[in-house]
Protein backbone atom coordinates (compact mmCIF):
# COMPACT_ATOMS: atom_id res chain seq x y z
CA UNK A 1 0.00 0.00 0.00
CA UNK A 2 1.36 3.16 -0.85
CA UNK A 3 0.94 6.39 1.25
CA UNK A 4 1.68 10.14 0.64
CA UNK A 5 2.04 12.43 3.75
CA UNK A 6 1.63 16.02 3.75
CA UNK A 7 2.98 17.55 7.05
CA UNK A 8 2.92 21.04 8.01
CA UNK A 9 4.07 21.87 11.72
CA UNK A 10 1.85 24.72 13.62
CA UNK A 11 -0.28 21.18 14.51
CA UNK A 12 2.41 19.79 16.19
CA UNK A 13 1.68 19.29 19.82
CA UNK A 14 4.06 21.90 21.97
CA UNK A 15 4.01 24.36 19.32
CA UNK A 16 2.32 27.48 20.12
CA UNK A 17 4.60 30.39 18.71
CA UNK A 18 5.98 31.37 15.12
CA UNK A 19 9.43 30.99 17.04
CA UNK A 20 9.60 27.66 17.01
CA UNK A 21 8.11 27.02 13.99
CA UNK A 22 9.91 29.75 11.71
CA UNK A 23 13.86 30.27 11.17
CA UNK A 24 16.77 28.87 12.48
CA UNK A 25 16.95 29.96 15.76
CA UNK A 26 17.18 27.20 19.45
CA UNK A 27 13.29 26.85 19.49
CA UNK A 28 12.14 26.47 15.74
CA UNK A 29 15.05 23.39 16.33
CA UNK A 30 13.09 22.24 19.62
CA UNK A 31 10.08 22.78 17.26
CA UNK A 32 11.45 20.50 14.79
CA UNK A 33 12.33 17.72 16.82
CA UNK A 34 8.58 17.83 17.80
CA UNK A 35 7.42 17.48 14.04
CA UNK A 36 9.85 14.59 13.27
CA UNK A 37 8.74 12.68 16.23
CA UNK A 38 4.78 13.06 15.22
CA UNK A 39 6.00 12.32 11.52
CA UNK A 40 7.64 9.35 12.52
CA UNK A 41 4.65 7.98 14.75
CA UNK A 42 2.13 8.51 11.82
CA UNK A 43 4.68 6.84 9.74
CA UNK A 44 4.83 3.99 11.85
CA UNK A 45 1.43 3.92 12.72
CA UNK A 46 0.69 3.53 8.31
CA UNK A 47 3.08 0.95 8.20
CA UNK A 48 1.52 -1.60 10.87
CA UNK A 49 -1.59 -0.53 8.90
CA UNK A 50 0.03 -1.57 6.25
CA UNK A 51 1.51 0.76 4.19
CA UNK A 52 4.58 -0.70 2.21
CA UNK A 53 5.77 2.96 0.73
CA UNK A 54 5.76 5.88 2.26
CA UNK A 55 6.49 9.60 0.90
CA UNK A 56 6.47 12.60 2.91
CA UNK A 57 5.93 15.83 1.24
CA UNK A 58 7.42 18.73 3.66
CA UNK A 59 4.52 21.45 3.30
CA UNK A 60 5.83 23.83 6.28
CA UNK A 61 7.19 27.02 5.56
CA UNK A 62 10.50 26.70 3.53
CA UNK A 63 9.63 22.85 2.94
CA UNK A 64 13.00 21.61 4.48
CA UNK A 65 11.85 20.75 7.83
CA UNK A 66 12.91 17.49 8.70
CA UNK A 67 16.16 15.65 8.46
CA UNK A 68 15.47 12.69 5.79
CA UNK A 69 18.15 10.75 7.36
CA UNK A 70 15.98 10.49 10.61
CA UNK A 71 12.73 9.08 8.84
CA UNK A 72 11.12 6.12 9.75
CA UNK A 73 10.39 3.33 7.33
CA UNK A 74 12.70 4.30 4.58
CA UNK A 75 10.24 7.01 4.10
CA UNK A 76 11.38 9.35 0.63
CA UNK A 77 11.55 12.91 1.13
CA UNK A 78 10.11 15.49 -0.71
CA UNK A 79 11.65 18.83 0.54
CA UNK A 80 12.52 22.27 -0.58
CA UNK A 81 9.89 25.35 -1.55
CA UNK A 82 8.64 26.64 -5.12
CA UNK A 83 7.34 23.30 -5.71
CA UNK A 84 4.12 22.78 -8.46
CA UNK A 85 1.95 21.21 -6.22
CA UNK A 86 2.97 23.24 -3.29
CA UNK A 87 1.83 21.91 -0.07
CA UNK A 88 0.56 18.18 -2.09
CA UNK A 89 4.03 17.75 -4.24
CA UNK A 90 4.41 14.40 -5.69
CA UNK A 91 0.54 12.97 -5.07
CA UNK A 92 -0.75 11.41 -8.05
CA UNK A 93 -2.74 7.98 -9.30
CA UNK A 94 -0.77 5.94 -7.64
CA UNK A 95 -1.08 6.12 -4.13
CA UNK A 96 -3.83 4.31 -2.10
CA UNK A 97 -3.89 6.87 0.99
CA UNK A 98 -3.29 10.44 2.33
CA UNK A 99 -2.24 11.32 5.24
CA UNK A 100 -2.47 15.46 6.91
CA UNK A 101 -0.02 15.54 9.59
CA UNK A 102 0.47 18.67 11.91
CA UNK A 103 -2.03 20.32 10.05
CA UNK A 104 -3.90 23.78 11.91
CA UNK A 105 -7.25 25.73 12.14
CA UNK A 106 -8.26 28.14 9.30
CA UNK A 107 -7.48 31.83 8.98
CA UNK A 108 -9.79 33.55 12.02
CA UNK A 109 -10.91 30.64 13.36
CA UNK A 110 -10.68 29.20 17.24
CA UNK A 111 -7.20 27.15 16.66
CA UNK A 112 -3.19 28.29 17.49
CA UNK A 113 -1.55 30.03 14.99
CA UNK A 114 -4.36 29.81 12.99
CA UNK A 115 -4.10 30.53 8.90
CA UNK A 116 -4.63 29.65 5.38
CA UNK A 117 -1.70 29.25 3.20
CA UNK A 118 -1.28 33.02 3.39
CA UNK A 119 -2.45 34.95 6.49
CA UNK A 120 -1.86 38.34 5.13
CA UNK A 121 -3.53 37.03 1.82
CA UNK A 122 -6.56 35.24 2.94
CA UNK A 123 -9.04 35.97 5.47
CA UNK A 124 -11.12 33.49 4.87
CA UNK A 125 -11.90 30.17 2.48
CA UNK A 126 -15.21 28.34 1.58
CA UNK A 127 -15.35 24.92 -0.01
CA UNK A 128 -19.17 24.32 -1.13
CA UNK A 129 -19.93 27.40 1.04
CA UNK A 130 -18.40 25.60 3.90
CA UNK A 131 -14.98 27.52 6.01
CA UNK A 132 -12.10 25.26 5.40
CA UNK A 133 -8.36 25.87 5.97
CA UNK A 134 -5.85 24.16 4.42
CA UNK A 135 -6.70 20.80 4.84
CA UNK A 136 -10.02 21.42 2.85
CA UNK A 137 -7.78 22.70 0.14
CA UNK A 138 -5.02 20.46 -0.51
CA UNK A 139 -8.43 17.72 -0.58
CA UNK A 140 -8.79 19.00 -3.82
CA UNK A 141 -5.57 17.36 -5.16
CA UNK A 142 -6.60 13.99 -3.54
CA UNK A 143 -10.10 14.23 -4.90
CA UNK A 144 -8.90 14.77 -8.73
CA UNK A 145 -6.39 11.82 -8.16
CA UNK A 146 -9.24 9.52 -6.49
CA UNK A 147 -7.00 9.45 -3.44
CA UNK A 148 -8.93 8.92 0.03
CA UNK A 149 -7.71 10.96 2.56
CA UNK A 150 -7.59 8.96 5.66
CA UNK A 151 -5.94 10.78 8.46
CA UNK A 152 -5.53 14.28 9.85
CA UNK A 153 -3.34 15.27 13.29
CA UNK A 154 -3.50 18.60 14.44
CA UNK A 155 -5.61 20.85 16.55
CA UNK A 156 -8.82 20.67 17.16
CA UNK A 157 -10.30 23.06 14.62
CA UNK A 158 -8.03 21.68 11.73
CA UNK A 159 -9.45 18.02 12.64
CA UNK A 160 -13.36 19.07 12.80
CA UNK A 161 -12.79 21.23 9.81
CA UNK A 162 -11.37 18.25 7.83
CA UNK A 163 -13.95 15.94 8.78
CA UNK A 164 -16.94 18.24 8.00
CA UNK A 165 -15.96 18.09 4.23
CA UNK A 166 -14.07 14.36 4.36
CA UNK A 167 -16.63 11.87 6.30
CA UNK A 168 -15.32 8.98 7.82
CA UNK A 169 -11.62 10.45 8.47
CA UNK A 170 -9.54 9.63 11.26
CA UNK A 171 -8.39 12.67 13.19
CA UNK A 172 -5.61 12.52 15.95
CA UNK A 173 -6.61 15.57 17.72
CA UNK A 174 -3.28 16.40 19.98
CA UNK A 175 -4.02 19.91 21.77
CA UNK A 176 -7.03 22.11 22.20
CA UNK A 177 -7.26 25.96 21.75
CA UNK A 178 -6.66 28.19 24.44
CA UNK A 179 -5.73 31.22 22.39
CA UNK A 180 -4.17 32.01 18.94
CA UNK A 181 -0.79 31.88 20.59
CA UNK A 182 -1.77 29.22 23.05
CA UNK A 183 -3.02 25.92 23.58
CA UNK A 184 -3.60 22.77 25.71
CA UNK A 185 -0.95 19.84 23.63
CA UNK A 186 -0.92 16.41 25.06
CA UNK A 187 2.55 15.27 26.08
CA UNK A 188 4.61 14.78 23.03
CA UNK A 189 5.04 11.12 23.92
CA UNK A 190 1.53 10.88 24.56
CA UNK A 191 0.71 12.94 21.13
CA UNK A 192 3.04 10.50 18.76
CA UNK A 193 1.24 7.44 20.58
CA UNK A 194 -2.62 8.61 19.79
CA UNK A 195 -0.82 9.49 16.36
CA UNK A 196 0.53 6.29 15.97
CA UNK A 197 -2.62 4.67 17.27
CA UNK A 198 -4.92 6.45 14.31
CA UNK A 199 -2.52 6.38 11.32
CA UNK A 200 -3.12 2.11 12.24
CA UNK A 201 -6.23 2.27 11.96
CA UNK A 202 -6.58 5.13 9.35
CA UNK A 203 -4.47 2.48 7.02
CA UNK A 204 -6.17 -0.90 8.14
CA UNK A 205 -9.64 0.66 6.56
CA UNK A 206 -7.92 2.39 3.86
CA UNK A 207 -9.29 0.28 1.17
CA UNK A 208 -12.61 0.69 1.63
CA UNK A 209 -12.54 4.56 2.02
CA UNK A 210 -13.72 6.98 -0.91
CA UNK A 211 -11.86 10.15 -2.15
CA UNK A 212 -12.72 13.25 -0.71
CA UNK A 213 -16.60 14.11 -2.01
CA UNK A 214 -15.46 17.37 -3.81
CA UNK A 215 -16.31 17.14 -7.28
CA UNK A 216 -19.19 19.41 -7.08
CA UNK A 217 -17.41 21.89 -4.28
CA UNK A 218 -16.59 25.58 -5.26
CA UNK A 219 -13.83 26.83 -4.18
CA UNK A 220 -14.21 30.64 -2.77
CA UNK A 221 -11.59 32.97 -0.78
CA UNK A 222 -11.82 36.32 0.79
CA UNK A 223 -8.89 38.63 1.00
CA UNK A 224 -7.64 41.18 2.99
CA UNK A 225 -7.69 43.93 0.44
CA UNK A 226 -8.82 45.36 -3.29
CA UNK A 227 -5.26 45.28 -4.57
CA UNK A 228 -4.90 41.62 -3.51
CA UNK A 229 -8.09 41.25 -5.44
CA UNK A 230 -7.86 42.58 -8.17
CA UNK A 231 -4.11 40.83 -8.64
CA UNK A 232 -5.23 37.81 -8.24
CA UNK A 233 -7.85 38.30 -10.57
CA UNK A 234 -5.54 38.43 -13.28
CA UNK A 235 -5.02 34.76 -12.69
CA UNK A 236 -6.36 32.27 -15.39
CA UNK A 237 -9.25 30.57 -13.58
CA UNK A 238 -9.86 33.15 -11.10
CA UNK A 239 -13.26 35.49 -11.17
CA UNK A 240 -13.45 38.19 -8.96
CA UNK A 241 -17.10 38.21 -7.51
CA UNK A 242 -16.49 41.04 -5.25
CA UNK A 243 -13.99 43.91 -4.06
CA UNK A 244 -12.08 41.35 -1.58
CA UNK A 245 -14.13 38.44 -2.94
CA UNK A 246 -12.60 35.86 -5.48
CA UNK A 247 -13.70 32.27 -7.40
CA UNK A 248 -12.31 29.59 -8.17
CA UNK A 249 -12.82 27.41 -11.18
CA UNK A 250 -11.22 24.98 -13.72
CA UNK A 251 -11.82 22.01 -16.05
CA UNK A 252 -11.33 19.75 -12.60
CA UNK A 253 -10.17 20.16 -9.24
CA UNK A 254 -6.09 20.06 -9.95
CA UNK A 255 -6.99 23.18 -12.30
CA UNK A 256 -8.47 24.96 -9.10
CA UNK A 257 -5.84 23.93 -7.04
CA UNK A 258 -3.14 25.19 -9.10
CA UNK A 259 -5.15 28.57 -9.98
CA UNK A 260 -5.12 29.07 -6.22
CA UNK A 261 -1.69 28.23 -5.48
CA UNK A 262 -0.96 30.78 -8.34
CA UNK A 263 -3.10 33.71 -6.96
CA UNK A 264 -1.43 33.51 -3.70
CA UNK A 265 2.11 33.30 -4.93
CA UNK A 266 1.38 35.99 -7.18
CA UNK A 267 -0.56 38.26 -4.99
CA UNK A 268 2.58 37.91 -1.78
CA UNK A 269 4.49 41.05 -2.45
CA UNK A 270 1.57 42.68 -2.44
CA UNK A 271 0.08 41.88 0.77
CA UNK A 272 3.88 42.90 2.07
CA UNK A 273 3.44 46.05 0.70
CA UNK A 274 0.48 47.23 1.94
Known amino acids: MKVYLSSDMEGTAGVVDWQQCVGDGPEA ?13 AIEGAVSGGATEIVVNDSHSTMRNLPADALAAGASYISGSHKPL ?10 DAVLFVSYHGSVGAAAGLSHTYSPRVVSEARLGGVVTGEAG ?33 HTAVV ?12 HPSRACALI ?24 EISVRTTDIAEAASWVRGVERTGPRELRFQGDDLLAVYRSFCAAILLTR ?3 EAV
Do not use: W
Open 29 to 41: VAGRRLLLAEVNA
Open 86 to 95: YMMQGLDGSF
Open 137 to 169: INALVAAHYGVPVVLVTGDRCACEETAALIPGV
Open 175 to 186: KEHVSRLAAHSL
Open 196 to 219: RETAQKALAGAASASPPPLGSATL
Open 269 to 271: TIA
